[in-house]
């Protein structure tokens, strides 16, 4: 039987974090990209299977889980330049912050990115972090992302200085901060986080997760359905 | 006036055939494994520890080989390697198939342990049974 590569597949061009997830227990995963980030997983028992036997991690503010990886392991993931794609399964429930961190490296208002769940009105939004407070945040959001028990995929490609979300490989109205989105500052300390803010102290993701994954370039919008019809009977 | 592409009926019916054989094309790409790898490094801790493991495969794949590198460890010390395969879905859980016991300064640094195709879960492990704890960096393929 001929077999490919996952380095040759053009969509794994780039790739800097792959959580495929395919543990199924225990307290840590793993990363198919080259970069090898282990995710350590906090908070008693994560996984939960998926409709098609496929494992992802249920998350719980109550039961303060998240997953986390060194700053020292996670440098690909600074984007303090260039374009970057994220994509990440979700199915969020019904307890939680008005805010939920699905994934980030970034402190608050000093450097880095965050992508978080906006509860009240449904909102996805990407965040660039610079010193210098609020005033010189820029991000871009996306709506529609409801809480109604499904999962969906949620994809984002950061190019220049605006950005486009897709939902289940399709895109959606994406809202960019006026003037345009600037590089995240950064500098190596902070760690990624998965499902929980930066200070690993509150904004907990409550729900479902399944598959982190993030490049260093642009995906493009053929690339976000190619992932979606690849892997959606996996929810189905 | 010449018809280039010939009547309407024999378009549909062209590009029918074609849905259908791009449907079949894909049907078979679909099924076609990919070559994958993870990896990362294990910290002994005295206790037997899971490396790679993975307990509920979606259906059938093929772990193909497990590498772990044995650098820092050193004369006195000793550690286990398992390999465990569960062969039915449910209970019990993964059935020990191998145990190798490697003692003293290992030569040539790099083990690799081949694995087996598998369907319901399998996991490498490590114990470390005399000496102080190292770090083993290691790594996994598999095709799935």
Redesign the interface.
Known sequence: ??????DS?PINTDIQLDL?M?????S?T???SKN?I?ATLHGGILWD?LA????GLNLHELMSRYLDAPSADTTALNFTSGDYSLAVWINPGFWSDDSMIIMGRYAVDVRGWELYYYDPTNLITLRHHHAGGATNRTGCYSGDWLRDGEWRLFGLSRIGGTAQHYMNGQPVTTICTASGLLDPATDAVDDLVIGIRFTKDSNYWTGHLHRPRAWSRALTATEHYAIYE?EKE?FE | MTKIFGDEAEILENTNTLITNLALVSAVT?G??????????VTTDGTEQ?VY???????IFNPICFKINCSAHTAGETIILRTYYQEAAGVPARILQNETTYAGLISPELLSIDLDPNRFGVSVTIEKTAGANRAYPW?VFY?M
């Open positions: 039987m001929p077999s490919t590569y996952y597949l495929s395919l543990e199924a227990t225990g840590i793993h990363d198919e090898h282990v299977a098609a036997g496929h494992y690849s996996w | 679909a076609i494994p990919t070559l994958t790898e993870t990896g990362g490094t899971d493991i993975n307990a509920t495969p979606l259906g790594e095709e």
